[in-house]
């Protein structure tokens, strides 16, 4: 049998639906999907029938992140690059290789999709945990349900968060920095209240919900909506996104620079089996502290 792709894409009316497609690794994002959502992406871009795209993951989260130990990962392979002028990161050694891959893979992808000149809405249930954060924010709107979860956990590793660094400007500078010291998941209802969220709605609901704000904005002319998005876009860039995610790549890569140098690997030793032992933990301990706290209210 031959295999599924890792993304699916389809048009119904005015509206290209992008859908991640290794639900049985949570949608974990390998180059292989990488350059998939890519050439969707490109394909709802270029169709003159498209005016709305929708993105988002098959099963039950929408992405668990970058791919960092699957039987798929890919890392080690080459692809055509997209993205930007720099040399492919095969047959390169330590930081010169890692920050090819990721300036491609990562910071440059999502900058090319972040200019998508339509409308791009993520939808979102179940786990949106760092590089799924990467996938959410180049949207220009999120419907979550009631069910999702975000987090940013790399800091575990020593890094400063994804290399999408859009932190400061998803959420409020104090928010961010507690979403990154800690590492916990952010309910979506939190993440409404913070203004990361355009909706939440019951996970049933969610396609119902996403459609029909989809279609409501199909409505409207697709130049003002490609004009519309540019501009609030530049705005962002004027308040220091895109300069700001240059410096903070830099710190990524000086911390995978001293991981590689102190650590068992550039990930600070961190695999797939590490961080959920540590999520796991966080979440006991986050618990354990609303339990205690809510006692001492109850007892006066």
Not at 105 to 121: A, F, N, S, T
Not at 199 to 226: H, K, Q, S, W, Y
Request: proline share 5%; net charge negative.
């Amino acid at each position: 049998m031959p295999e599924a792709p890792v993304v699916l894409y389809e048009r119904r009316g005015p509206v290209a639906y992008v859908t991640m497609n290794r639900p049985r690794y949570r949608n974990a994002q390998n180059s292989a999907m990488t350059y998939a959502l890519d050439d969707a992406f490109y394909r709802a871009a270029d169709d003159p029938e498209v005016r709305v795209v929708v993105l988002a993951g098959a099963g039950e989260h929408f992405s668990a992140g970058h791919d960092i130990g699957t039987p798929e990962r890919d890392a080690h392979l080459p692809f055509e690059r997209r993205a930007g002028l720099w040399w492919d990161h095969c047959g390169r050694a330590g930081a010169e290789s890692r920050f090819a891959r990721e300036s491609e893979v990562y910071l440059g992808m999502c900058r090319r999709w972040r200019e998508l000149p339509k409308p791009v809405i993520a939808s979102v249930h179940g786990a949106c945990v760092a590089g799924g954060l990467m996938l959410a924010w180049v949207c220009d709107l999120i419907v979550a349900s009631e069910d999702a979860f975000f987090a940013d956990p790399v800091v575990r590793m020593g890094i400063p968060g994804v290399e999408y660094f859009a932190h400061p400007w998803a959420m409020p500078p104090r928010i961010a920095k507690e979403f990154l010291y800690t590492g916990d998941r952010m309910p979506a209802r939190r993440a409404y209240e913070v203004g990361m969220v355009n909706r939440v709605v019951e996970r049933d609901g969610l396609a119902e919900a996403t459609d029909l704000l989809a279609l409501r904005i199909a409505e409207m002319p697709g130049f003002g909506l490609a004009l519309t998005k540019r501009a609030v876009n530049q705005a962002e860039d004027l308040q220091g996104l895109h300069s700001g995610m240059d410096s903070v790549f830099g710190l990524h890569h000086l911390a995978h620079a001293h991981n590689a140098e102190t650590a068992a690997d550039s990930l600070g030793g961190m695999n797939v089996s590490a961080m959920k032992s540590a999520a796991m933990k966080s979440a006991a301990m986050k618990s354990a502290a609303m339990k205690s706290a809510a006692l001492k209210e109850a007892n006066g």
